[in-house]
């Protein structure tokens, strides 16, 4: 059974950063973040492949947010910058046993439980 847990959320500015990051145990591939503001539905951030060397991310966050990982840490990381109002969402990481990464809900089989990410204008 794979667990993930997020940690790094918070109150931050407009125009500042935060780094997020997600633990896990257990044997993953591929990894991504999501985020779900109130009301709307969990929206793609950033996927990476296993290794590492494939990444992508949508529109929105490209340019700002870098996903990364430490697979010797077993540690997966979001890092933004130049934090917009409309960032503000809880945000999850999800994995799954496979070695590329996807950029739909259903893509994933593991996820965490989340950590709030609130950027006052």
């Known amino acids: 059974q794979v667990q993930l847990v997020e940690s790094g959320g918070g109150l931050v500015q407009a125009g500042g950063s935060l780094r997020l990051s997600c633990a896990t145990s257990?044997?993953?591939?591929?990894m991504a973040w999501f985020r779900q503001a109130p009301g709307k539905e969990r929206e793609f951030v950033a996927a990476?492949?296993?290794?590492?060397?494939?990444?992508f991310y949508t529109d929105s966050v490209k340019g700002r947010f870098t996903i990364s990982r430490d697979n010797a840490k077993s540690t997966l990381y979001l890092q933004m910058n130049s934090l917009k109002p409309e960032d503000t969402a809880v945000y999850y990481c999800?994995?799954?046993?496979?070695?590329?990464?996807?950029?739909?809900?259903?893509?994933?089989?593991?996820w965490g439980q989340g950590t709030q990410v609130t950027v006052s204008s």
């Open positions: 999800a994995a799954r046993h496979l070695s590329n990464s996807g950029a739909y809900y259903s893509d994933y089989d593991y």
């Open positions: 990476i492949s296993r290794t590492g060397g494939t990444t």
């Open positions: 257990g044997r993953t591939y591929a």
